[in-house]
């Protein structure tokens, strides 16, 4: 029986753990983490029954422990709560899919405590992978991509050595708006920006998902997870969403990984890797397909992408810039604050106020993203 916590376990991710915990049966849960859903919280612990479970705010924490007082389950709040999950005695992988650098802290704890690491973060590598990849090569901890493209990745390097690797190929489907251009996007709606054509996911990851930020986190994901530098990582837009990434090789071969749009095939991978496991749901039928179409990506348009590319190239504190500009900018368009185009406008003009900090330690890094988030908060 495999032991696993879930931090955000309410999220997409974290509820699409739970169905493939579900379907195989010979998993157990230990922790469940999650920010305020308390009500879909307490069904989880009913059905699951971990030991442990956290949220957010005390006030939350108190009420859930009402509401399971006859479960069992202990439940905690803040930080501690997310750390004490994340280093349960007997987990032996620790799903990380709770969004924004909240979830850094509980990794490196993670990895510290021995636990493998299933990958649903991407905040994490972005602003702090110089310190993460090599603690986790110490600690000998294996980080499992749980993200489609870098699974694909991960999947498509195997038998392969490291140094043969020419190229990474992550895919893109180019969100809602592919095509269009800065003009047609000014009056762009939050109902508009989170109609993804080919995933479902949470309502943060559309909307960067919907202005290609979403891929530039992952090139600098991928610049940590495969120890590759920016410019050996390339965008494809491939708008079916069929093939989820490719590595090219020295000699020119390219190994893909493909596949119908189904987050679940990722999760399950890093939960039972190396073994692969019978995965019901649809197929991919290449008659029916006909055709696979690939495009440039509009980083004149999308100027995040290219922004993305800038702050991985240049590494340091640029970076985490990025990534926490995106978070608050993202926050206030979904609370209609600000309009779309101004997402990439406030990235842009924080990455250009910042003095780089070239090896920072982790409270450099929160003190970035305070610091980014002040910036943002004096713009009116």
């Given at each position: ?263 679940k095939l990722p999760i399950q991978y890093a ?108 713009r009116r």
């Amino acid at each position: 029986m495999k032991k696993i916590a879930i931090l955000g376990s309410t999220g997409s991710i974290g509820t699409q753990t739970l169905e493939v915990v579900r379907k195989n049966g010979d998993i157990e849960v230990l922790g469940l983490a999650a920010g305020r859903n308390i009500e879909l919280l307490e069904q989880q612990i009913r059905e699951f029954h971990p030991v442990l479970a956290a949220v957010w705010t005390e006030e939350d924490a108190q009420e859930l422990r009402t509401r399971a007082a006859d479960t069992g389950t202990k439940v905690l709040s803040g930080m501690d709560g997310l750390i004490a999950v994340s280093v349960l005695a007997d987990v032996e992988i620790l799903v990380t899919a709770i969004v924004g650098m909240i979830g850094i802290r509980p990794t490196i704890e993670a990895i510290q405590a021995g636990k493998a690491i299933a990958l649903a973060n991407k905040e994490t590598l972005v602003t702090a992978g110089h310190l993460i990849m090599p603690l986790a090569r110490e600690r000998k901890v294996p980080i499992l991509p749980v993200d489609s493209e870098h699974s694909a990745v991960f999947q498509s390097l195997h038998g392969n050595e490291h140094k043969a690797i020419h190229k990474i190929l992550l895919t893109a489907s180019g969100g809602p708006f592919r095509g269009r251009k800065q003009e047609e996007l000014l009056e762009i709606r939050v109902e508009d920006a989170l109609k993804h054509p080919n995933w479902t996911m949470g309502q943060k990851i559309t909307i960067d998902s919907s202005t290609m930020v979403n891929k530039g986190l992952e090139v600098i994901e991928a610049k940590w997870l495969f120890g590759v530098d920016t410019e050996q990582i390339q965008v494809v837009v491939q708008p079916q969403s069929i093939i989820h990434s490719m590595v090219e090789y020295v000699d020119g071969a390219i190994m893909a990984e493909l596949g119908t749009p189904d987050m679940k095939l990722p999760i399950q991978y890093a939960l039972y890797y190396p073994e692969r496991r019978y995965l019901p749901g649809e197929r991919l039928d290449f008659w029916s397909l006909g055709k696979i179409d690939f495009e440039r990506p509009d980083m004149e348009t999308f100027y995040g992408l290219k922004l993305a590319y800038e702050a991985g190239k240049r590494g340091g504190s640029l970076p985490t810039v990025f990534n926490a500009a995106n978070e608050m900018a993202v926050s206030k368009f979904l609370h209609r604050e600000i309009k779309y185009l101004e997402i990439m406008e406030i990235i842009e003009d924080c990455m250009r106020a910042h003095k780089v900090i070239e090896n920072p330690t982790l409270e450099e890094v929160l003190e970035t993203e305070a610091a980014t988030y002040e910036r943002i908060e004096s713009r009116r």
